[in-house]
């Protein structure tokens, strides 16, 4: 199968260079258009911000590797990529790394839970461009089932691996239905703002936010349904909540172990959580000394995003078993397709013979014999075609073999002269 | 029926052996294909045991609780029971290695020690006692299990304080679940120690008729009944909340355990049967 790839991704390019070549859907569209004009009868283009990826069935000779790159290269005259930044591919080996972004396992972060989504859109796009013909759309099919199988067979999308999110996942282990819970997140920079969204996500019961500009948190406060709170008195109102996230750019403590104790006696000793995800740290860690506080900072959430990216790490080698499957079922009915009028064909070959010396004999029997001389020539046939036949149908089961399938094929096609009539090239 | 009673006693620690491996095994592992067969192996378990008891009491002629390793198998069946129904209403699996041992120690026990006796005494036969008897080991069992909850909430309590991630922070359910099960079954048990008690004031004076209400097991019973009922009524008023509920229902676990044993072997009381 000749399906051709090129990448150029977090392995191989830094995002300075990523970004030089990363295309938005409108301009994918317009890529598809060149594409199928110039190099390939069928493809897709992938592009996140961690790769841009194309995959096609070349039309003519002309699509090689170094022209497709030339081609992505040429479309911004000011980026700096080499051949040294793009990954190449060929039939197995660009199914395979397909199969493993479907599956999260080429991503930055292993068992990335976008990375599906993205490539379903990629495809999407293809198909309405008319870019998706009979054999991207069965890769198509093949990579979602590997990417769905990933996630439901194996554990690679487990846990959290980012410090905004293993906050939360700290916050489950404590408090069983959020949504009956309260909870202020003070500081609406980047980090603050992700915390905020994860909550708004988990359904949290009441979220307020607060940040010493109040313009910035006017437009996440009606995004995500959440309160505002001035800076200058939300203390005031920190018994109220059950879960504290901290997220300032603040040089020193915004509270202390004592404002905290105070709270805790109006709270009547209420389970708190509090997680300092700024650096410097805005709480004083000794707070975690007081009963019922469950005081976290980056290093301990750190230590949760180790532990779970070790366990996705852990679950590649399952991820790999499915996707060798995958590949094998894949190439298995790619094969079925060159075998079965490879089959038709030495049939339709020797019925033809058959067929010639019937008829050129047929005269020196009688009507009767006639008929017989025409059931044992078919015998005949069917006996000295079984056997062939079960090899040939044999070779398509054999999956990703396609050497030596494509070997066979050929071989049966030169000693019969058998004329080649299909449009599939091995 | 004899050697049936005799085979199943030998058989059934060995089946809850493999009920406690297969919830260990899953717990370490947290294999979800294993939800199901673990669950599966309990209640076959469960069925074994029920057999054994119905045996029992066919093979002697009285249900098993004229003797403290008797007492030990209904103990080891409730536990398990109900934490099995625990498991089915709330579907929270990753639990059942810490209580499941409780029924393994009691089962074995009671395999080792028991005491098959033909004659018992006739205050024994009553079926009051009976079912005195069952409210008193499912009062208990709940009491055990609340215990148990408890236990496992300080447990995750100790490592989320010390930024522990471990296996005991990846397979517990939460806090406030693990608090509320706790509750909860000291809630169950509360209520069936008090039918117990209930059942056991009415069935008193008619078989023994010169008992005392400062009877070593009555007084302490009813302490135990007394710390459990003000520790729900604080949790319910909202007085008592977290960690407090928890060490409560530890504590009156500690007592439950410490008066059975003062008053079944070592004070004098109408309540030693055996």
């Known amino acids: 199968m000749n399906l051709l790839a090129i990448s150029v991704n977090h392995h191989t390019a830094p995002v300075s260079l990523r970004e030089e070549v990363h295309l938005s859907s409108d301009e994918i569209k317009n890529y598809i258009d060149e594409l199928k004009e110039k190099y390939f009868s069928e493809g897709f283009i992938v592009s996140t911000c961690n790769r841009t990826e194309l995959y096609g069935i070349p039309k003519e000779s002309n699509a090689s590797y170094l022209a497709l790159e030339k081609f992505l290269i040429d479309k911004n005259p000011k980026n700096n990529l080499t051949d040294e930044h793009f990954q190449k591919f060929f039939s197995c080996s660009a199914l395979n790394h397909l199969f493993k972004v479907a599956a999260g396992i080429d991503s930055m972060l292993i068992g990335d839970n976008q990375i599906l989504g993205q490539v379903k859109e990629s495809f999407q796009l293809a198909q309405e461009k008319q870019f998706a013909g009979f054999l991207v759309n069965r890769v198509f099919d093949s990579a979602i089932r590997v990417g769905k199988r990933a996630k439901t067979e194996t554990t690679i999308s487990d846990g959290a691996i980012t410090v905004s999110y293993a906050a939360v996942q700290l916050v489950e282990k404590i408090f069983s239905n959020l949504s009956k819970k309260s909870a202020l997140v003070i500081g609406m920079g980047e980090t603050g703002k992700i915390a905020a969204q994860h909550l708004h996500d988990k359904h949290i019961g009441n979220l307020s936010i607060t940040n010493r500009t109040i313009e910035k948190s006017e437009k996440i406060a009606t995004e995500l349904d959440a309160q505002i709170l001035p800076f200058e008195r939300f203390k005031e109102y920190l018994a109220d909540f059950d879960i504290i996230i901290s997220a300032t750019s603040s040089p020193n403590l915004i509270l202390t172990k004592e404002e905290i104790k105070t709270m805790m006696k109006k709270r009547g000793n209420a389970a708190t959580v509090l997680m300092d995800i700024a650096l410097p740290r805005d709480i004083d860690p000794e707070v975690r000394n007081i009963d019922n506080v469950f005081y976290n900072d980056i290093d301990s959430l750190n230590i949760i995003v180790e532990h779970n990216m070790k366990k996705r790490k852990d679950e590649i080698p399952k991820v790999q078993t499915i996707i060798m499957e995958e590949l094998i079922n894949f190439f298995g009915w790619y094969n079925s397709l060159e075998i079965a009028p490879t089959i038709k064909s030495l049939r339709d070959y020797y019925e033809e013979i058959r067929l010639a010396e019937v008829e050129g004999y047929k005269n020196k029997f009688t009507k009767e014999d006639q008929e017989k001389l025409e059931l044992v020539t078919k015998r005949i046939i069917n006996k000295l075609l079984h056997h062939p036949t079960t090899e040939l149908r044999k070779v398509a089961g054999q999956g990703i073999n396609t050497t030596e399938s494509a070997a066979k094929i050929a071989l049966v096609r030169d000693l019969f002269g058998i004329d080649n009539q299909n449009n599939f090239k091995a | ?274």
């Open chain 2, 1 to 274: 029926m004899k050697n049936a009673v005799d085979v199943s006693n030998i058989l059934l620690p060995l089946f809850y052996f493999a009920s406690f491996a297969i919830y260990l095994y899953d717990f370490q592992k947290g294999e979800r294909r294993l939800s199901n067969v673990k669950r599966l192996f309990l209640f076959l378990t469960l069925f074994f045991h029920i057999f054994y008891l119905i045996a029992r009491t066919v093979a002697f002629n009285h249900p098993p609780i004229t003797n403290v390793f008797e007492i030990f198998t209904m103990l080891a069946f409730s536990v398990s029971f109900s934490y099995f129904i625990l498991e089915l209403v709330t579907d929270i699996r990753g639990t059942g290695l810490f209580i499941i041992v409780l029924s393994l120690i009691f089962q074995t026990i009671s395999s080792l020690f028991i005491v098959d006796l033909l004659e018992v005494k006739e205050v024994l036969r009553s079926n009051l006692l009976g079912v005195h008897v069952l409210h008193a080991l499912l009062g208990y069992a709940g009491i055990t299990i609340s215990a148990v909850y408890g236990f496992l909430y300080l447990m995750l309590y100790k490592e989320l304080k010390l930024n522990k991630f471990g296996l005991i922070f990846e397979r517990l359910p939460n806090l406030e679940i693990l608090e509320k099960l706790s509750f909860y079954s000291a809630i169950i048990g509360f209520v069936l120690l008090s039918v117990a008690i209930g059942i056991g004031v009415i069935w008193l004076p008619r078989a023994f008729p010169k008992f005392s209400y400062f009877d070593p097991k009555l007084v302490a019973t009813f302490l135990v009944w007394l710390m459990y009922g003000i520790g729900i009524t604080t949790k319910i008023t909202g007085k008592l909340q977290g960690k407090k509920v928890v060490v409560f229902s530890i504590v009156g676990f500690g007592l439950a355990i410490f008066s059975t044993l003062v008053t079944n072997f070592l004070a004098k009381s109408f309540h030693a049967f055996y």
